[in-house]
């Protein structure tokens, strides 16, 4: 009976630590899904997984040019912090538009192949898709985007387009890698 009980015990215990993990999730967007310590669910925010004094999250502090800038300073999480409390998010930045795909159920917006959008988000770290437009030689993105649900993520594809380091909205003093 005791040999029974210790592979039960020991079945449950990795049962139970591939159910919780400890592992921190890698540096970038995210949006709470949970809350974590005084941050509510539904927030956009940087995951930073290895800060000093500790893991922290980093909250936008203004937009500009459909990009969040985050705040330089942040709040490290609290011990008992669950990494399934953040949904990863793809980076902000330009994107072609692999597949048809629609805003949202009610197909408002249509957004076809191969069309160059810029993807943002909004405080509550919900997508927003800029349409560029091209006007006298020069493309130019719109302040306001329309809001598409996730499953839009895997219809697009993103660019590779050089960016000046000076334009990165990361919070300063945090590596790029």
């Known amino acids: 009976m005791g040999l029974a009980t210790s592979a039960l015990t020991i079945r449950m215990t990795a049962a139970y630590h591939s159910a919780v993990t400890t592992e921190l999730p890698p540096c970038g967007l995210y949006r709470t899904i949970k809350p974590i310590g005084d941050v ?37 999480v609290p011990d008992d912090f669950d990494p399934r409390a953040l949904r990863p998010l793809p980076a902000e930045g330009f994107y072609r538009v692999k597949s048809e795909f629609y805003c949202c159920e009610k197909q408002c917006v249509r957004f076809e192949p191969d069309a160059l959008v810029q993807l943002g988000y909004n405080g509550s770290g919900k997508a927003l898709v800029f349409t560029p437009e091209l006007a006298g030689g020069v493309i130019t993105v719109p302040e306001r985007g329309t809001f598409v649900d996730d499953a839009a993520f895997g219809n697009l594809v993103l660019l590779k387009l050089p960016e000046r380091r000076d334009d990165i909205a990361l919070p300063r003093g945090i590596m790029i890698h």
Do not use: D, I, K
Request: net charge neutral.
């Open 40 to 76: 509510e669910a539904g927030r956009l925010v940087y995951f930073h997984n290895h800060g000093n004094p500790g893991p922290g999250l980093y909250f936008p502090e203004r937009w500009t040019h459909n990009r969040a800038y985050f705040s330089e300073s942040g709040m490290t």
